[in-house]
């Protein structure tokens, strides 16, 4: 601590302890990762002056910052962010994830005029310029702070993204791109640039969230009566479904984690994250075989698919310990999607049917006879 009491902290030790608290503290699933540093810095902050920081004297002052913050009183906050999507394309939105999600054609008018406002300098942030025909998307939730509401609305829409995504890949066929820019597998993406306003339409601090990796607009899906018909009939199936699982929570995470995988632009990227919905999917298990083995089991030629799916864990393997990569990795990846998929639909047909594995949460679905060995 310095004279006047000011406290700093130097040496690169400092910053991989910081990193390291933020990981292993414990805090309430409601405070966001954006919250979690500040709890972190201002615990530490407050136990240097007065004295040594020792784990005695900063677990007891994380929590009392922690009850601090979860002890404020929820309030209304709007998030605006953007889709690819044409406003004359028929969108539903949704209650059903913790916020109310709207698709207006326009927003009104004590919303567009402060977006816009910040959009001037928001669009230092990115490497393109945003993109000028996605259409706005209004998010509404209830939350202690702006980075919390930012948190819990885009969330909520990452979901039901996801859920657009999945009934429009499933209803498209593999690709195969010969040359030009790569484009990601999802059609419906995010906006690159996200503000949160109060319900005036007012900005409570001058922030705003943005995608650092949006390098650049896609065309938005146009107006298609059959996808519409596909993306309505999906959504309203597995909201349904959704309503009567009992490890919900989990399957929410499986979609948004399949929607995130496939808008990377960066197919051995998609790769790698999408593998991990396969790992979400069978329960996280010991070893990476119980993950084909599960998977496999859900085909009843599950021995020619366990020997795909023992190809494609060799490639992920391969990918990550030797930084290889793979000419036919587009391929590859449609080929991963397509058991993702097969695997998220399963849990929402069949989760009536399982039983509880070590996970207090995730069940992994019992399948009969067509389980070669049993999980």
Same mark, same amino acid.
């Given at each position: ?48 002056? *007065? ?34 999507? *044409? ?6 939105? *949704? ?29 230092? *942030? ?250």
């Amino acid at each position: 601590m310095e004279p006047g009491g000011k406290v700093s902290f130097s040496g690169f030790e400092f910053y991989g302890a910081l990193g390291l608290l933020e990981d292993c503290v414990d805090f309430h699933p409601e405070i966001p990762q954006s919250e979690v540093r500040g709890l972190v810095w201002g615990s530490l902050v407050e136990c240097a002056r *007065s004295g040594k920081i020792t784990a005695d004297r900063f677990l007891p002052v994380a929590k009392k910052q922690e009850l601090g913050l979860l002890r404020r009183k929820k309030r209304r906050y709007v998030v605006i962010t953007s889709l690819s999507a *044409s406003p004359s394309l028929e969108l539903h939105g *949704s209650r059903s994830f913790r916020a109310s999600i709207t698709l207006p054609v326009r927003l009104p008018r004590r919303f567009e005029a402060e977006r816009t406002r910040i959009m001037k300098r928001a669009r230092q *942030s990115l490497h393109a310029s945003p993109p000028e025909k996605y259409r706005p998307v209004r998010i509404s939730a209830m939350a202690r702070s702006m980075d919390e509401a930012a948190d819990v609305a885009l969330r909520a829409f990452d979901t039901l993204r996801g859920i657009w995504n999945l009934a429009r890949n499933l209803a498209r066929g593999q690709r195969e791109t010969v040359s030009g820019k790569r484009k990601p597998v999802n059609g419906f993406l995010l906006g690159p640039v996200h503000t949160v306003h109060l319900p005036s339409g007012a900005i409570e601090r001058e922030r705003w969230w943005y995608e650092p990796d949006y390098c650049g607009g896609i065309s938005p899906v146009g107006p298609d009566e059959r996808l519409e018909k596909a993306i309505h009939s999906v959504q309203r199936y597995i909201l349904k479904r959704l309503s009567k699982i009992s490890y919900r929570s989990d399957l929410e995470e499986m979609i948004r984690r399949y929607n995130e995988s496939l808008d990377e632009r960066s197919w051995e990227t998609a790769f790698l994250k999408l593998w991990y919905v396969l790992e979400l999917g069978t329960d996280k298990p010991k070893y990476f075989t119980d993950v084909t083995r599960r998977v496999a089991s859900l085909f009843r030629d599950w021995e020619w698919h366990r020997a795909v799916l023992n190809d494609l864990r060799e490639r992920r393997n391969s990918m990550i310990h030797r930084a290889e990569s793979f000419e036919t990795i587009e391929r590859l990846l449609y080929s991963l999607k397509e058991y993702a998929e097969r695997l998220v639909l399963f849990h929402l047909t069949k989760a009536d049917e399982t039983h509880q594995t070590e996970s207090p949460r995730l069940r992994w679905p019992v399948i009969g006879a067509r389980t070669p060995r049993q999980s």
